[in-house]
C-alpha cells in the first residue's frame, strides 16, 4: 500500500470514525456533558488561536471566559476547566478504541507480514525451516511487566475499551452508546495512592486477559507452522513481573507484600486454567478419562477458590493427567477435541503453578548496608568490616560464600530486615511455583563485583546452600560511568572461581540489565543509546572468552528517552558483535496499555519481537555490524550531544525551570503508583534523586521531549563541519541501529510542540533558557529533515505521524489548563484550599496527556 492509500485509509477508518462517534458523547442522558460537548470545541479553536499566536495561557483562558456571562465566578470557571478535562480523558479513550479497531486496516507497519512469510517460505525451502527450528531451540522473548506510574488507566476503564473495540469492530451503535454511557459515569483516578499489591491486582489484568490467551496461541501458530511436536516444544514466549518485587527506591515493597503477590498471581492463574478447563469438561464426555479429569477438577478448583497458605507446585502432575487424557483421545476416540486439551498442555508448560517469573530488585546501597550489618554483628563470618571498607579487592577476596544462619536484631533499619526477609521468602515461592517461580536478584545501580558477589554471600548467610543455589544475580547497570565500567565489573566476576562454579551451576548464562532511562537522564540521548550498545559489544566479547551465554535485559521505558519506540528494529539489526540469543525488556507504563492491551495489538508485537530475533540471525544484513570507522564517527558525535546535554544538566536554571514551569511537584499527588516520584523523598530535589520517569514525563508535559533528541543536531552539525556527513548519511542508510535511534529521535521531536510555551520565551528570568532549547530543536530538526531526505519529520512513517498529530489537537486544551494552573499557582496569592483545587486540576490534566502520548513516560 503506498504512503498516499495508507494516509487515506487512516483518515477515514480512524479521524472520520473518531468524528462520527464523538458525537455520540452529545446524546448522553447528562446534561452537564452535553454542554461542556456542545462548548468544547469553541474552546479547542479558541486554544488553538491562542497557541498560533504565542499567548500566555491565561490570556487564552481569560479571553475565552471573557466571551462568556456565566464564567464571571472563579469557581464556574475552575468548575468548567474540570469538566473539559474529565470529557477530554474519555475523548481519548475512545480514539484509542478506534483507533485500535482500525487495527487491521491501518496499523500493521511495513514489517508486518516477514514472520509469516519466513513461515511460508519453509515449506519449500527445508533448509530454510531447519535454521528458523535451531534458532528457537535455544531463543526466546521475555515481556517485564513493571509498576511504573504511567499506567493511567484503571482496570474498569480497560475493560470498557476493550468492549468498545469489539462494538467499533461491529459499527454496533446501541452497545457503543451504552458503552460510552459506562464510561462517563466510571471514575478515571483512584481516591488514595496504590499498594504495591494493588498495583500488581491492576497489571494482573493484562497477564489474564491478553497473554495467558495470546502467548499460548502465538506459540501453537509457530509449533504448526514449522511442523514441531508439542511433546518438543521450547518455551518462546516468557514473562516476567516487578510489582511486589521491586522494592528499588520503594520502602512500601515489603517481603509480605511480595508473598502477597506470589501468591494472588497463582490463584489467578488457576482461574484462567480452570475457566478454559470447563470447556475441556463440557466436550469429552467419552469414557476412559473419568479419573483424569476428576483429578484435574479437583487441583483447578481448590486452587482457585480454596488457596492454601503454603502450596506446593502441581505442574507435573497437572500436565501428567492431561496427556493422559490427550494419550485417551488419540487412541480411542479418534481425536475428537484433542486440541483443546493441548491448548491446555502449552499454557501450562509457559506458565506452570506461578503465571509470571516475579523479579525482586534493590539498590546494591542497600545491599552493601545489609552485608555490612551482618558483618558488625556477627563475628562468625570471619571478615572484619575495616578490612574490605575500602578496599574492591579485599573484599572480593575475602568473600569466601560461607553457609551459615545468621540472625537480625528486632530493632534492625527495615530496609535490612526486608532483604533478609525477601531472600529467605524466595524459597517458599520456589517450592510453591518451582523457580521459575522467582528466580533473578537483580542489583540496581551496580558499580562493581563485589555487590554481586556480597548479594551471593547473604543468600548463603540466609540457609540458603550453594549446591542449591537456584537464584541468577542480575547486575543493572545504568549511568553512563556504570555502562564504562560494566566490562570490568563482568571480567572480575567470571574470574572468581566461586561465581564460576555458580554460573555453570545454572546452565552457564548470565543474565545483565542495561538501564535506558537513568542513562540518558545522566549524558543525553545520543550518549545513552551509544552508550549501552558500545557495553553490549564489550560485555558480549568477554563472555564469549569466558564461555558464557549472556542475555541482555533491557530496561525499557515508553519513550524514546527511555529507551522505547521502535524496539523491534534494534533487535533485528544488533550485528556479529551482540549477544542476541534471548531478547528481554521491560513494558513500562502505557506502552503496556498501547501495545499489549488488546489480543490483536499484543500478538503483532510479540510476532515482530520474535521476528527480530529470527531475523538478526538469518538475514543480517552486512552493515548491522559497524565498522572500526564507523564507531570511531558515532563515538564522536555521542560525545559532542554529551558535552551539549551536560552544559544544559550544568544551567543553573535546569532543575528549577522544570520545577517551576512543568508539573513536577504535582507528580507526587497523582495516586497511580506506591513509588515516590524521587529517592530519598524528603530531602531538597537533585537531579540524580529525580527518577528517570518523572524526569521525561515532566518535560513531555511541557511538549519539549528534551531527554529525547537535545544534543543530537549539535552532533550532525559537528559531523558535517568536520567532513564526515557522507559517514553519517551511509550509517542512517546502511546501519539499522543507528536509523532506529534518529527514527526514534524524531518520534519524540513530533510529539514536541514548542507553540505551546512559546510565551516563555518573554519570561524574564526564563527566556533565555526556553530560546537555548528551542534553538537546539531546529538545530536537531534542520539536519535530521536533511539526514533523511525528508521535508517533515516522520515523513517514511504516514500513519503513526497522523495518529501523533491528531492526539496533539486533541490534548491542546488539557495543555492550555495545566499551564494556567501551574502559573496561577506560581503568581498569585491563594488560600491553601484554592491552592489545592488547582493542583488537583494540574494532577488531572496529567491523566489525559499522558494517555493520549501512548508512550510519552
Known sequence: MKISQKQSVFHNEVLTRFDLYKSLFLTLPFQRVKHTGTILPFFSTHCEKGVDEHLAPEDIIESFFGQYEQYVQEEDRIDFLFRIVQYIERQVVLFDAVEDSAFHAVGRNDESGILQGLFQRTQEDPELKKQIVNKLRDFSVRLVLTAHPTQFYPGPVLAIITDLIEALKQNDVPNIQSLLQQLGKTPFINKEKPTPVDEAASLAWFLENVFYKVASEIQSKIDSELEVPIEDVKQLIELGFWP????????????????????????????????????????????????????????????????????????????????????????????????????????????????????????????????????????????????????????????????????????????????????DLLKDIQRSGSERAAQRFIISNCQQASDILGLMQLFLWTGWKKDNLTIDFVPLFETVDDLSRAADVMRSLYSNDGYARHIKQRGNKQTIMLGFSDSTKDGGYLMANWSI????????????????????????????????????????????????????????????????????????????????????????????????????????????????????????????????????????????????????????????????????????????????????????????????????????????????????????????????????????????????????????????????????????????????????????????????????????????????????????TIYGVVNAGRNLA
Request: net charge neutral; glycine share 6%; hydrophobic share 35%.
Open 244 to 423: 511486589g518485587g521491586d522494592r528499588d527506591g520503594n520502602p512500601n515493597v515489603t517481603a509480605e507484600s511480595t508473598r502477597k503477590v506470589a501468591n494472588m498471581l497463582r490463584t489467578i492463574l488457576f482461574r484462567c486454567y480452570y475457566r478454559d478447563f470447563r470447556i475441556v469438561k463440557r466436550r469429552i464426555t467419552f469414557r476412559g478419562v473419568e479419573e483424569y479429569l476428576d483429578i484435574l477438577q479437583d487441583i483447578f478448583y481448590e486452587n482457585s477458590f480454596n488457596p492454601v497458605e503454603h502450596p506446593t507446585d502441581d505442574t507435573a502432575i497437572i500436565l501428567e493427567n492431561l496427556n493422559a487424557v490427550k494419550d485417551v483421545l488419540n487412541s480411542r476416540h479418534n481425536g475428537l477435541f484433542v486440541e483443546l486439551v493441548e491448548d491446555l498442555i502449552r499454557k501450562v508448560i509457559t506458565f506452570g503453578c506461578y503465571f509470571t517469573t516475579l523479579d525482586i530488585r534493590q539498590d546494591s546501597g542497600i545491599l552493601r548496608k545489609t552485608f555490612n550489618y551482618l558483618l558488625e554483628n556477627n563475628p562468625e563470618t570471619g571478615i572484619k568490616l575495616e578490612d574490605i571498607v575500602d578496599s574492591e579487592q579485599n573484599k572480593e577476596k575475602n568473600i569466601t560464600f560461607s553457609e551459615l544462619h545468621l540472625g537480625v536484631d528486632a530493632q534492625v533499619d527495615p530496609l535490612i530486615q526486608d532483604t533478609l526477609q525477601v531472600i
Open 533 to 844: 550498545y558500545k557495553a553490549k559489544i564489550e560485555l558480549t566479547a568477554i563472555a564469549r572468552e569466558f564461555d558464557v551465554d549472556l542475555v541482555f535485559f533491557d530496561g525499557r521505558g515508553g519513550p524514546p528517552a527511555r529507551g522505547g519506540g521502535k524496539t523491534q528494529r534494534f533487535y533485528a539489526s544488533m550485528g556479529k558483535e551482540i549477544a542476541n540469543e534471548h531478547i528481554q525488556l521491560t513494558i513500562q507504563g502505557q506502552t503496556i496499555s498501547s501495545q499489549y492491551g488488546s489480543l490483536e495489538t499484543a500478538q503483532h508485537n510479540i510476532e515482530l519481537l520474535l521476528q527480530a530475533g529470527i531475523i538478526s540471525e538469518l538475514q543480517q544484513k552486512d552493515g548491522d555490524t559497524l565498522t572500526t570507522k564507523q564507531k570511531e564517527v558515532i563515538d564522536q558525535m555521542a560525545h559532542e550531544s554529551h558535552a551539549k546535554f551536560m552544559s544544559l544538566r550544568k544551567h543553573p536554571l535546569f532543575l528549577k525551570y522544570l520545577e517551576t514551569l512543568s508539573p513536577l511537584k504535582q507528580l507526587s499527588e497523582v495516586n497511580i503508583s506506591s513509588r515516590p516520584v524521587k529517592r530519598n523523598s524528603g530531602k531538597e530535589l537533585r537531579l540524580e534523586d529525580l527518577r528517570a520517569i518523572s524526569f521525561v514525563t515532566s518535560w513531555s508535559q511541557l511538549k519539549q521531549n528534551i531527554p529525547g533528541f537535545f544534543g543530537v543536531g549539535t552532533a550532525l552539525q559537528w559531523a558535517e563541519e568536520n567532513n564526515l556527513w557522507s559517514y553519517v548519511k551511509n550509517l542512517y542508510q546502511s546501519s539499522g541501529m543507528f536509523k532506529t535511534i534518529i527514527d526514534n529521535c524524531m518520534m519524540s521531536m513530533t510529539k514536541s510542540n514548542f507553540h505551546v510555551t512559546a510565551y516563555m520565551q518573554y519570561d524574564k528570568t526564563f527566556g533565555d533558557f526556553w530560546m537555548m532549547l528551542k534553538t537546539e530543536y531546529e538545530l536537531t530538526k534542520k539536519y535530521i529533515l536533511k539526514l533523511s531526505n525528508s521535508s517533515v519529520l516522520m515523513e517514511d512513517y504516514p500513519i503513526e505521524r497522523a495518529s501523533i498529530l491528531a492526539r496533539e489537537k486533541i490534548i491542546l486544551p488539557l495543555l492550555t489548563i495545566q499551564h494556567y494552573a501551574i502559573r496561577t499557582i506560581r503568581d498569585k496569592e491563594l488560600s491553601e484550599e484554592k491552592e489545592a483545587v488547582y493542583r488537583k486540576l494540574i494532577a488531572r
